[in-house]
């Protein structure tokens, strides 16, 4: 079974603090990789991809290990408006390769 | 900006009746997908599509059908609405050939008594 698995948290921080969510998937034939945010009551939206040789966007870093399949987000100065949920995603691969399988979020709360 | 709207936010029916949730998206995307959100259980497909006319059964197509008439329209129809099918449903499309990042609409929230 193709499945994506992060810690449920929750993640309580104070604001300004450092925070890394992981996760790990188990096909091996995914090719492309994401985090998406959803906030509560609220549709996902995307938050960045995942590349190889990892990126970054802003306060965010996403690393990506194919060896390991295991894929991680970090958070530096962590904000209010970060309290959200966020979802690992991987792409299914093979003939249904448009597929996407979630994980089912880690959800980060940022207190004051 | 991707847009992709669904024809209710909220939505409350009786046990036993035929229900319709519509999706539409203004961006020539190609693939459309039927999900919903259980709590706990996260994002579940039901169907997808990478075609007009084109449907195919996700992880959990039982009580479900589709339609795809149009390139920018995909339904989703519960013949016979159950209590179990309470739930948020969401729809989202991507481009073929892109790396395969999915665009949401809001969701309806579906409630069955």
């Known amino acids: 079974r193709k499945e994506v698995e992060q810690d449920p948290g929750p993640f309580n921080v104070p604001e300004g603090a450092t925070v890394a969510f992981n996760c790990t998937y188990s096909?091996?034939?995914?090719?492309?990789f994401f985090w998406y945010r959803q906030d509560c009551r609220k549709e996902p939206k995307l938050l960045m991809s995942v590349y190889s040789s990892g990126n970054e966007d802003g306060r965010f870093t996403a690393q990506l290990n194919r060896a390991s399949q295991y894929i991680s987000l970090l958070i530096r100065d962590s904000k209010l408006s970060d309290s959200a949920t966020y979802l690992c995603?991987?792409?299914?691969?093979?003939?249904?390769?448009?597929?996407?399988?979630f994980g089912k979020g880690t959800k980060l709360s940022v207190k004051p | 900006d991707v847009k992709v709207t669904q024809s209710s936010r909220y939505l409350v029916k009786r046990t036993g009746e035929k229900v319709f949730l519509e999706c539409v998206q203004d961006m020539d995307h190609e693939n459309m997908f039927w999900y919903r959100q259980d709590p706990g259980l996260g994002l579940r497909l039901i169907y997808f599509s990478y075609d007009v006319k084109m449907k195919e059964k996700g992880d959990i197509p039982e009580g479900y059908s589709v339609s795809r008439e149009k390139k920018e329209r995909f339904s989703l129809i519960l013949e016979s609405a159950s209590t179990n099918q309470t739930s948020m449903y969401l729809c989202?499309?991507?481009?073929?050939?892109?790396?395969?990042?999915?665009?949401f609409g809001p969701g309806t929230r579906l409630t069955v008594t």
């Open positions: 995603v991987v792409n299914e691969g093979g003939g249904s390769q448009g597929n996407l399988i």
């Open positions: 096909n091996s034939a995914s090719q492309s």
């Open positions: 989202a499309s991507s481009l073929v050939g892109s790396s395969y990042e999915q665009y």
